[in-house]
């Protein structure tokens, strides 16, 4: 079976959201982390410590990538925002990211911000309650943070990648043929 992952990645909370074959959310998760020093020691474990409880979050489900069933990843790109320590820190959880994706033979795309939010509600620079509004619009979801939303459609534009499903409009349909270069 495929599966679908999108993950919205972040020092303070990281959304994932997993789609099955037929575009439904099996499963939403928020893992959170604090700042516990500010020693490169200190860091390096954080950022390990968010890797190891996203895909714990992820295999707990059941999913076994040895057999048939395979994961596909949207990962979105980094926050042109972030600056000096938080830079590099994301900067490595999202290649920690990558790695593990690679090493459990699955594929992964990255999407940009703004390409997310133009997926998502037809804007590129649409602010987080939009997004918000959009999950619960297509998929009935309320009561959730951002960055779930996000992963939300992170996922979904991973299915119209590499499943199923088929874009919805014009906005959607670019930002898949842009998304398509990557692979």
């Known amino acids: ?7 919205d ?5 990281t959304g994932i959201a997993v789609l099955n074959d ?8 928020l893992i959170k982390s604090k700042k516990t020093g500010d020693t490169p ?5 954080r950022i390990l410590d968010i ?3 996203i895909f714990d979050s992820i295999y707990k489900l059941n999913i076994d990538t040895t057999d048939s069933d395979i994961i596909y990843f949207a990962i979105e790109g980094l926050a042109f925002l972030a600056k000096g320590t938080s830079l590099v820190q994301l900067s490595a959880l999202n290649y920690f990211i990558r790695e593990a994706i690679i090493l459990d033979d699955c594929q992964f795309i990255i999407v940009a911000p703004t390409s997310l ?3 998502a509600t037809g804007k590129g620079n649409s602010e987080k309650d939009h997004i918000i509004l959009e999950a619960y619009k297509k998929y009935g979801v309320d009561n ?3 960055n779930i939303a996000d992963a939300i459609f992170l996922a979904n534009i991973a299915s ?3 499943g199923k499903e088929k874009p919805k409009n014009k906005m959607q349909e670019e930002t898949i043929n842009l998304l398509k270069k990557q692979i």
């Open 1 to 7: 079976m495929k599966y679908f992952c999108g993950l």
């Open 9 to 13: 990645l972040s020092l303070t909370g």
């Open 22 to 29: 037929n575009g439904k959310i099996i499963a939403t998760d």
């Open 41 to 45: 020691l200190s860091e390096l474990k």
């Open 51 to 53: 890797r190891n409880r």
């Open 117 to 119: 939010k133009r997926f």
């Open 144 to 146: 959730i943070d951002n």
């Open 160 to 162: 119209v990648m590499f």
